[in-house]
């Protein structure tokens, strides 16, 4: 069993930053498929960006340049960077992880972008 805790979602104006933080409770591995998706309002959970089991890093399209995904393995954590924020990045930003088979969802933190 995971759990995944999120933090770091708010308020912010375009062109501007914030840092997600998801923390794994458990003892997971540099290897377990993990990182983000989002969900805006009226629309499908999609990709943001992920680590492969093989340790390399997929984005969507739409955040390739201004996002970047992290991870501190000492501390079972997985970060997103998110730079140059546009309106359209607002959704509900949840933690993924993939264990021992198991897909496994954060809570979610909230995330709008607007002036």
């Known amino acids: 069993q995971v759990q995944l805790v999120e933090s770091g979602g708010g308020l912010v104006q375009p062109g501007g930053s914030l840092r997600l933080s998801c923390a794994a409770s458990g003892s997971i591995f540099s290897n377990n498929v993990m990182g983000w998706y989002r969900q805006a309002p009226g629309k499908q959970r999609e990709l943001v960006a992920l680590f492969t089991s093989g340790g390399s890093t997929r984005y969507a399209d739409s955040v390739k340049g201004r996002f970047t995904i992290s991870r501190d393995n000492a501390k079972n954590t997985v970060y997103l960077q998110m730079n140059s924020l546009k309106p359209e990045d607002t959704a509900v930003y949840y933690c993924?992880?993939?264990?021992?088979?198991?897909?496994?969802w954060g809570q979610g933190t909230q995330v709008t972008c607007s002036s």
């Open positions: 993924y992880i993939n264990f021992w088979l198991t897909d496994y």
